[in-house]
Every structure is written in structure tokens, then in C-alpha cells.
């Protein structure tokens, strides 16, 4: 397994992902019960920016630039967005980033880290040994908070149903590897069938080679509200064209923030017309 995080840290779609995240993470803190938040492929934790332009072997295009960089510079954010950036910004600040340029992006565990409240329980799954070791040190004397060097699809079953009552889990495989929608469905179905009521937020890339087409008919047929968030740019025959979060039970109003960020990203981090967002429910409430 290849996959390095650190390369794409603050791309597009991480900032895609992570103000979805963050909106989602807000919902449940309407209410005063703590929750667990469980994140099966959670990577190191956070991400020295510096790093990203330099590939084990050769230099790389460092992909910040056109994700949390652009967005640094877009005006006037609507609120979620604003949320996410004000969390990011902070985080950069308090490990010593100049300010202006950001150069420390806190991945969703950082994120997450940030976030939580007193009440609040963080269990991380990563699989690839030094980024779990990362993550370890990030995350180093934090209570309430488990780092886990294991397949994350085996989180589903070990950590729910929760104590809390009151789950968001975020699957964001790296879609290396064939049959990776495969194993989002197991996934999906064990954490419903063990905790019915748990919020379930699945990234996925939009390219030719990750498929997934069948995964909406799939969705529908959970017996769940299923929302899909979408952001995608030009046409490419090889690569990434854009993302999407896939989000089973869905907070009361999330739609709605959910159709304001992905608006508001389609203009800032793209040329004008060059990009377009979409929200459908795949299983109404
Ligand atoms: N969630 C992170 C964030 O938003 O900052 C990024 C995660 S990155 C897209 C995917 C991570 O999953 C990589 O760090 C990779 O090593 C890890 N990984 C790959 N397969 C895994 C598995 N089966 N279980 C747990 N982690 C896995």
C-alpha cells in the first residue's frame, strides 16, 4: 500500500470533506449528550504543508495550493465554511504557522480533536504503521480518545453500538485497492444493523477508476435517509474529476448547510462556470 495522505493534505477535496465534517460534528453538538466519533481511515492526524511538496523519490506539485490555499483568499465564506476555516486557521496558528499562508493542516482527527467537547469520545482507526504512529503522538495524553493500528472496516463492530447512544462515523478509504465499495458496504451494513440511528458520512473520489456506480441503488435500498453531496470540476479521462460524501441518517438542517458549502466551494476553488455542486437525497427522510 503506497497511499501517503500527506501528498494530498488540503486538496479540494479535503476541504470538501473536512467542512462537511465539521457541519456534521456542529449538528450533533446541538445537543448537550456527548457522542463518539469514530474515523476508520483517519491517516496522521495533521500535515506540515513544507512536506507536501516533496515525494519520496522526486518533487511533487504540491495540491494545498488549489484547496485550503484558494480558499484562504476567497471572499466572504458562508457560515459553515467560515467555521471550517476559523477551526483550520487556529489549529495552523497554534503549531507555530506564520499566519497568512497556511502550513499546518489538521487532518480529520485534528479536526476532530479540536472540536470535541469534554463529553465528547474519539476513536481512530489507521492501518499503515507510521501514520498511526503519527497519529499516536498527535494525539498523545488526550482523554476520551483511542488510536487504533488496525483495518478500520473492523471499527464498525468493535466500537458500536456506543455507550453514547450517539455516533458520527466517517469512512474515508483511500480507494487504492479493487473492492473497496465493496468493503464500504459491509462496512455500512454491520454499523447499521448493530446501531440503526448512528450518522454515517462515506468520501469517495469521482473518476473512472474508483466506479461506484451502483453504490446509489445500493444506498437506497437501506431502510435509511441517504444524502449525496457532490463537487465536480472539469471532465478528466484520467484522475480525479471531483468528490462526494455520501451521508446515511443526515442531522435535521445538514442539507441545507451541506447545499451552501458545496455551492460556495464550486466558485472559490474553481474558475468561474468551470465546476458544479450537487446535493440529492439517494432515500428521502
Ligand atoms: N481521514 C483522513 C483525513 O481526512 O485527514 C485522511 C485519510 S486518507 C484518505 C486514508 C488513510 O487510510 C491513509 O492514511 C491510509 O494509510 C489508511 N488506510 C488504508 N487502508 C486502511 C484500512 N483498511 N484501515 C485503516 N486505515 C487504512
New binding site residues.
Given amino acids: 500500500?503506497n497511499?501517503?495522505?500527506a501528498y494530498?493534505?488540503g486538496n479540494f477535496a479535503?476541504v470538501f470533506?473536512?467542512c462537511l465534517m465539521v457541519g456534521l460534528f456542529r449538528s450533533l453538538q446541538r445537543k448537550g449528550a456527548g457522542f463518539l466519533f469514530v474515523?476508520?481511515?483517519?491517516?496522521?492526524g495533521s500535515y506540515d504543508l513544507q512536506g507536501a511538496a516533496s515525494g519520496s523519490t522526486l518533487p511533487r506539485e504540491p495540491e494545498w495550493p488549489n484547496g485550503i490555499g484558494r480558499l484562504c483568499s476567497a471572499g466572504a465564506p458562508p457560515a459553515p465554511v467560515a467555521d471550517y476555516l476559523r477551526v483550520a486557521r487556529a489549529f495552523d496558528l497554534g503549531r507555530g504557522g506564520p499566519g497568512g499562508e497556511p502550513r499546518h493542516y489538521p487532518?480529520?482527527?485534528a479536526l476532530a480533536a479540536a472540536l470535541a467537547r469534554p463529553q465528547d469520545r474519539l476513536e481512530l482507526?489507521?492501518?499503515?504503521p507510521d501514520?498511526c504512529a503519527a497519529l499516536r503522538s498527535e494525539m498523545a495524553g488526550r482523554p476520551r480518545t483511542a488510536v487504533h493500528e488496525?483495518?478500520?472496516?473492523g471499527a464498525l463492530r468493535a466500537c458500536l453500538p456506543p455507550a453514547e447512544r450517539r455516533a458520527l462515523v466517517?469512512i474515508?478509504?483511500?480507494f487504492?485497492a479493487q473492492g473497496e465499495w465493496a468493503l464500504i458496504q459491509g462496512a455500512l451494513s454491520e454499523g447499521l444493523s448493530r446501531f440503526a440511528t448512528g450518522v454515517y458520512a462515506v468520501w469517495h473520489p469521482v473518476s473512472e477508476r474508483a466506479g461506484g456506480g451502483d453504490f446509489p441503488s445500493w444506498a437506497g435500498g437501506l431502510g435509511a435517509p441517504v444524502l449525496h453531496v457532490t463537487l465536480l470540476g472539469p471532465p478528466k479521462v484520467m484522475g480525479m474529476r471531483g468528490c462526494g460524501v455520501y451521508v446515511v441518517n443526515p442531522p435535521w438542517q445538514f442539507e441545507d448547510e451541506a447545499r451552501l458549502t458545496a455551492g460556495f466551494l464550486s466558485g472559490a476553488l474553481y474558475r468561474a462556470g468551470e465546476a458544479q455542486a450537487s446535493i440529492r437525497w439517494i432515500s428521502p427522510r
Avoid at 39 to 44: F, I, M, N, V
Avoid at 125 to 128: L, S, T, V
Avoid at 150 to 153: H, I, S, W
Fill in positions: 500500500m497511499y501517503r495522505h494530498h493534505a479535503d470533506k473536512h474515523d476508520t481511515h483517519a491517516g496522521r487532518g480529520s482527527p482507526w489507521e492501518r499503515q501514520e488496525a483495518d478500520g472496516y466517517l474515508d478509504p483511500p487504492e
